[in-house]
């Protein structure tokens, strides 16, 4: 199942498309979470993986942005009772949802799904990871009949639950600028960019992704664990290609956002030799290079 996520584009957006995901090998869109049981009390976890590829393709109205091969994987550990919800959620949305059984998965379209209960993961397994006694696990896998996971790209998933979330550090003794003109002190100097100047060209920031794939709890940010609150598998399951449309909408924005004044800027800098080195970025949209500068990705 290609899933149009943007169409009426033409060859600037191709152009594009290659400069700020292309060239920096961002045509997967890599979405990673694990949240566990913040007290340390039970076996609570719930693990989400999007792995999205995204492409440029002809279209009635001329080129467009697609999912070529949709990819959700998910996983919770919770108590037994809570896994049948989960049962019970998922086939009530595969039947509104119009998927049809062949052998052991469900088929629609190009999409196949898989899910299981388990006792334990072969993860765990290896890790020596226990899971409490009434405790069960729920898997679910969303793919293009196509696509390929790689051993590494499950491997990535199941690290995250090894390192545990980021510490919050703590807040050292920064010098607080009042007057712009301040900075000039620190040329030449290498810069790091974070969601600022991304939000600022009208990309949506990060935590769009918190609620739609039902990460966390929108105001109060405390992880979603366990069946009343997650919404994962009825926006999921239901109508997969609407949910795989909305996941894609970030990328939509970045190949439609104009290079902002702070980018130019950033730029003539560059080129004066005030700032050196390639630009450090957590963001996957690219605008750094499309304002013709180097980045060096960071995001884990």
């Not at 290609?241 to 130019?264: I, Q």
């Amino acid at each position: 199942m290609s899933v149009e996520i943007l169409n009426g584009l033409n060859e600037k957006h191709l152009d594009r498309f290659e400069k700020q995901f292309v060239e920096n090998n961002r045509t997967n869109l890599e979405l990673l979470w694990v949240r566990t049981q913040q007290d340390g009390i039970g076996s609570r976890r719930r693990m989400i993986n999007g792995l999205d590829k995204y492409e440029m393709k002809e279209s009635k109205n001329g080129l467009a942005l697609v999912i070529s091969e949709p990819y959700a994987w998910y996983q919770t550990a919770c108590p037994e009772n809570e896994i049948k919800e989960y049962e019970n959620i998922l086939k009530n949305n595969l039947i509104v949802g119009n998927w049809i059984k062949k052998d052991n998965v469900y088929v629609l379209d190009d999409l196949v799904l898989e899910y299981w209960i388990k006792n334990i993961d072969n993860q765990d397994i290896k890790k020596n990871r226990t899971i409490e006694t009434g405790y069960k696990i729920f898997e679910i896998e969303v793919k293009e009949k196509n696509r390929k996971i790689t051993e590494q790209d499950i491997e990535n998933r199941w690290n995250i639950l090894i390192r545990g979330i980021r510490k919050k550090d703590e807040r050292g003794n920064p010098k607080i600028i009042n007057n712009i003109k301040e900075i000039q002190d620190f040329f030449p100097m290498q810069v790091e960019l974070g969601c600022g100047p991304s939000t600022e060209a009208g990309i949506p920031p990060l935590h769009y992704f918190h609620t739609l794939y039902s990460v966390q709890e929108a105001i109060k940010a405390t992880p979603i664990l366990g069946p009343k609150k997650d919404n994962l598998l009825n926006d999921l399951v239901k109508d997969p290609k609407d949910f795989f449309r909305r996941s894609g909408y970030m990328y939509a924005k970045a190949l439609t956002a104009e290079v902002t004044p702070f980018y130019k800027k950033l730029k003539e800098l560059h080129d004066e030799g005030k700032i050196v080195g390639d630009i450090i970025t957590n963001n996957f949209d690219g605008l750094a290079m499309l304002a013709g500068l180097k980045e060096k990705f960071v995001r884990r």
